[in-house]
């Protein structure tokens, strides 16, 4: 069993900067591929960017590249999700997911992920 939590969510004006964390237990962390996601309310969560388990393999939605930067620390079973230029169309409760996988690879469908935590609530005012 997997437990991830987010953190760092809240209130940014237009143009501002936000950076998410999640911290997964479990003893296999640097097995995982780690995603975020992100959803709004009547919507179909989304994929926002993806990591490999080396972090040599990174992948960005459309809607973010260039803005958003997502890294992880091994040592400290984390992933980061650096939010800059905040949109106002950026608000949405953020995700973040985990999977193991054996083969260096990101992973971009809700469906390939087993474990997910709770959400950050992220909200940019225009």
């Known amino acids: 069993q997997v437990q991830l939590v987010e953190s760092g969510g809240g209130l940014v004006q237009a143009g501002g900067s936000l950076r998410l964390s999640c911290a997964a237990s479990g003893r296999s962390f640097s097995n995982y591929v780690l995603g975020w996601f992100r959803q709004t309310p009547g919507k179909e969560r989304e994929f926002v ?3 490999s388990w080396s972090d040599r393999n990174i992948y960005y939605a ?3 590249k260039g803005r958003f930067t997502i890294s992880r620390d091994n040592a400290k079973n984390t992933v980061y999700l650096q939010m800059n230029s905040l949109k106002h169309e950026d608000t949405a409760v953020y995700y973040c997911a985990a999977v193991v996988s054996y ?3 990101v992973r971009v469908r809700t469906s390939e992920y087993d ?3 709770q959400g950050t609530q992220v909200t940019v005012s225009s």
């Open 103 to 105: 083969r260096d690879y």
């Open 115 to 117: 474990w997910w935590g």
């Open 49 to 51: 960017a993806t990591i």
């Open 62 to 64: 459309d809607s973010v």
